[in-house]
């Protein structure tokens, strides 16, 4: 495959759209509040905060800087300053929503309405939700992830959720800065792909997937997945996971597929991910495919990294800035910020991202342990096919799966943060080119 194509995505005629319409209207200054915890890793908090923003304007109430969880899997004490530019995010949203650092000091005592809205809600569920207002002048929202729904939003509320993600909710100046370093240093090497690695413990151990692993390992995950309780499901058939492709790829199935790809040896890629399980025991397949593998701690110095220690939302953001920015993307499997990183990069022009085919690379990976199948030209013609449609190409978004009902339905829709087409993707005018 010509190295051009490699590492280049098509110009597909479009660009991002997110100025209000004729009837958009300047918000007014309504003695009304809303506090938000933002429950979940950063970009679980992201999307959340950009929904608190969109349903704020909706329920015409002012919006308290969120108060970022703490209790999540990592621990994290990080404020909402130390990880997003916050006057940035007050002065650019105040067209939009009255935004404050926090509750006027006569209300903290106030009482208030703790409300668990409901997830996936439409405009029509907030209007109505308005009523607490009569009785309440702060309303505490203790969730904020997922609260909108992703289809069937006026577009100016849409529009508005993009212009709070991709404008206003801006990295604080130490993760933008040293997030720009990190990228120009890789760009001094050539083109680079940033692979979202999930091959960490947690993810392992939530997903069951042990396929490759020793039985101690094995045991040790089943463990975790026991002693964790907000995990519902506890028995888990890896085999089965991993034939429906609901599995990460192992790192030896990522350098198997990124060679068949056509990417060469001298590659570099940059891993976005926290600790690997099982170190570079499961790391030798990929780095003898890919030598020049680099992750934060090698790309910056000790001292660059040293405000981030033990702080991994901080550090998550700098696996985002570089990912966003990379020549490729490619995530190894779909969680959140897989999707919240090809969203950003649908929006800045549709930046090529490849997703493998994971269902269907397993049964190629499976034929080739039983040596049915070898690395080599007919494995890159069979996986450059299956793949030609799958690099970030522009596309509307997806509804529901065909048969969900209830509110699984809305729970099985593409989310409105992995692809903002078409809401805040518009066609240029002279394009003449068709999806």
């Given at each position: ?13 479009y ?44 329920m ?28 940035h995010?007050?002065q ?44 309440y002048q702060v ?14 939003l ?14 206003a ?13 990190l ?28 396929y ?16 964790t ?12 996971k ?12 990522v ?8 990417y ?8 976005a ?27 910056a110095?000790?001292e ?71 690395e ?48 805040c ?11």
């Open positions: 495959m010509a190295e051009y194509q490699l590492w280049n995505a098509s110009d597909y005629g660009h991002s759209c997110v100025q209000p319409t004729h009837k958009y209207q300047a918000p007014r200054a309504w003695e009304r509040y809303l506090t938000v915890r933002s429950n979940g890793g950063l970009n679980q908090m992201r999307t959340g905060i950009c929904d608190m923003v969109a349903v704020a304007r909706i015409n109430a002012t919006l308290v800087i969120p108060q970022l969880d703490k209790r999540s899997f990592w621990q994290d004490s990080s404020t909402f300053a130390d990880i997003f530019d916050e006057p995010f007050i650019s949203l105040k067209g939009d929503v009255r935004i404050l650092q926090q509750l006027p000091k006569d209300l903290e005592s106030t009482p208030r309405a703790r409300k668990h809205f409901t997830s996936w809600a439409s405009a029509g569920y907030y209007e109505d939700m308005a009523l607490l207002w009569k009785e309303i505490h929202v203790p969730k904020s992830d997922s609260r909108l729904a992703n289809n069937d006026p577009v100016d509320i849409q529009r508005l959720r993009c212009r709070a993600l991709y404008h909710l801006r990295f604080s100046s130490p993760i933008e800065d040293l997030g720009k370093k990228v120009e240093r890789l760009r001094s090497n050539g083109p680079y792909i940033a692979l979202h690695l999930r091959y960490e413990k947690d993810m392992l151990s939530f997903t069951g997937c042990t490759g692993l020793n039985e101690a390992e094995t045991e040790e995950l089943r463990i975790m997945r026991e002693n309780n907000h995990w519902k499901i506890k028995n888990i058939n890896s085999t089965e991993r034939n429906e492709g609901s599995c990460p790829l192992t790192p030896k199935e350098g198997i597929f990124l060679r068949a790809l056509g060469p040896p001298s590659t570099w890629i940059y891993i991910a926290g600790d690997i399980y099982g170190g570079e025991t499961y790391l030798a397949d990929l780095r003898f495919r890919f030598p020049n593998l680099v992750f934060k701690d090698i790309l110095t000790r660059e990294l040293h405000t981030f220690g033990g702080h991994a939302t901080q550090a998550a953001a700098l696996d985002y800035i570089i990912s966003v920015e990379s020549d490729i993307f490619v995530p190894s499997y779909a969680g959140n910020m897989a999707r919240a990183v090809e969203g950003h990069r649908r929006f800045l022009g549709h930046r090529k991202t490849i997703s493998p085919d994971r269902k269907k690379l397993v049964a190629l990976f499976d034929m080739i342990d039983k040596g049915d199948l070898k080599g030209p007919n494995l890159t013609t069979i996986i450059s096919l299956m793949h030609k449609f799958r690099q970030g190409a522009p596309r509307k978004r997806y509804g529901s799966l065909p048969g969900s009902k209830g509110r699984n339905r809305l729970r099985t829709e593409e989310s409105f943060y992995e692809n903002p087409f078409p809401e993707i518009c066609r240029h005018k002279k394009s003449v080119q068709n999806i």
